[in-house]
């Protein structure tokens, strides 16, 4: 790959993490504003639903910080100790965010039962009715922006904490409602919507923000994905068939590996030429692919493998390999191996590491 593809791929990535980065910032803000807002009318109208809401508010503002400190440490360049670079740091902080989130929860169900078990209806209700508004809007604001921003440049963090960010809007309704419901009369509506909206931020961990997080960590990766690499890498002229493809997450970006079939009466130098058109082609046409390592095998003969394929008995790993002939798979164990490559190629996001 040339200087110039590899310079486009490390601006592109360079790009992504500075729009992250500023959604992030400008998000916060906003959070942090709402949540002042709501806390100052808290004070005055003894609130508990708003109390849970204000609390979660400030706690979506908090889980930026984390967010914030991966996007800077993915910056940095590879080195010999982290040879994929730091963009796992970005996963992490996602742990981080869903702990932050089951804190709120915690805090805002012990308030709420406190205020249960200690009835009292809050006080200055018109106005705290209006902090729930403004609790609503700035929750609702924020949430189109990380997740737009999230999905742009392909961060599962920041998009789970946007799908956080839009259920906040739905709780800080609830607390409208609570409050609602004590200014009409029923004082209990107050601390029991609190409870609500608590168990809701259980709810965002189970079924929002934990889930993507947690693939991610888990190196999960969507079908279509591994799908696009077979298809576009067999498209390549010269390639006869493609195997073993395998991709995971590190942040926002994608790292990819795959094995090919070339003839294999074809020179090493035209068997190299051919692996890297298919890097050339993966990096250009798959989105968000950082990173590719292609391993080139000669189609008629497997024979070189035999010699580790007892390493890889029944592990799942290097003695199975699916082979794709056109969208035909056949299990064709013990041909391929990792560790002797007959043709090993590399591209990395940061261009001075060539």
Known sequence: MSGSHEHAHADTAMLATERGVWAVKLSIAGLFLTALIQLVVVLFS???????????????????????????????????????????????????????????????????????????PPQHMLVAMAAALVGFLGNEG??????????????????????????????????????????????????????????????????????????????????????????????????????????????????????????????????????EQVRHTLLHDVDRLAEVIVHVDPAEDHQAHQLTAHHFDGSGYGDGHDHDDHGDYDEQPGHHDHDHQHEHERAEQHPHSH
């Open 46 to 120: 003894g609130s508990a639903a708003l109390l849970a809401d204000t609390l979660h508010n400030f706690a979506d503002a908090a889980t930026g910080i984390p967010l914030l400190i991966a996007f800077g440490l993915s910056r940095r360049i590879a080195n010999r100790r982290y040879t994929y670079g730091y963009h796992r740091a970005e996963d992490l902080a996602g742990i981080v965010i869903l702990l932050v989130i089951l804190a709120s929860a915690a805090i805002s169900t012990w308030e709420s039962y406190q205020k249960l078990i200690h009835l009292q």
């Open 142 to 275: 924020v949430a189109r922006l990380r997740i737009r921003v999230g999905r742009e440049i392909g961060s599962a963090a920041l998009v789970a904490d946007g799908h956080h960010a839009r259920s906040d809007s739905l709780t800080s309704l609830g607390a409208l409602l609570g409050i609602l419901g004590a200014y009409l009369g029923f004082p209990i509506a107050d601390p029991l919507v609190g409870l609500i909206i608590s168990a809701l931020i259980l709810l965002i961990v189970v079924r929002e923000a934990g889930p993507p997080v947690l693939a991610r960590l888990m190196d999960a990766m969507e079908p279509e994905v591994i799908e696009s690499l077979e298809r576009r890498a067999l498209a390549v002229p010269g390639v006869v068939r493609v195997h073993t493809v395998r991709a995971r997450w590190l942040g926002h970006q994608i790292r990819a590996e795959l094995e090919v079939d070339v003839d294999g009466r074809l020179t090493v130098a035209a068997g190299h030429q051919i692996g």
